[in-house]
């Protein structure tokens, strides 16, 4: 089974920056996307930016600009930037993957615990 370590949340001011971390560890064959999704309280669960072990990446267009998602294919990590932060970028945001296991597997999909960013001054 593949855990998500995800680190780099907290507390920052208006207008700050933070860098989020996720590495993946396990029985990963191949990756097919990492991404980070977030969640405030009393609301969805939304999609924040992904990356494709191909370096393709997207965003949910009210982090364009702000956010970089980036990844390193050969630590299984993905690693998301954060600049510029609002009070409505609190939430708890959460590291995803979807990956095989062996060249024969479905491509399965693991979630994070989550890690909480707050943005308040």
């Known amino acids: 089974q593949v855990q998500l370590v995800e680190s780099g949340g907290g507390l920052v001011q208006p207008g700050g920056s933070l860098r989020l971390s996720c590495a993946a560890s396990g029985s990963i064959f191949s990756i097919n996307a990492m991404g980070w999704y977030r969640q405030a309280p009393g609301k969805q669960r939304e999609l924040v930016a992904a990356w494709r072990s191909r370096g393709i990446t997207n965003y949910a267009d009210s982090m364009k600009g702000r956010f970089t998602i980036s990844g390193d294919n050969a630590k299984n990590t993905v690693y998301l930037q954060m600049n510029s932060l609002k009070p409505e970028d609190t939430a708890v945001y959460y590291c995803?993957?979807?990956?095989?296991?062996?060249?024969?597997?479905?491509?399965?999909?693991?979630w994070g615990q989550g890690t909480l960013v707050t943005v308040s001054s």
């Open positions: 995803n993957i979807n990956y095989r296991a062996t060249p024969w597997d479905r491509y399965l999909e693991v």
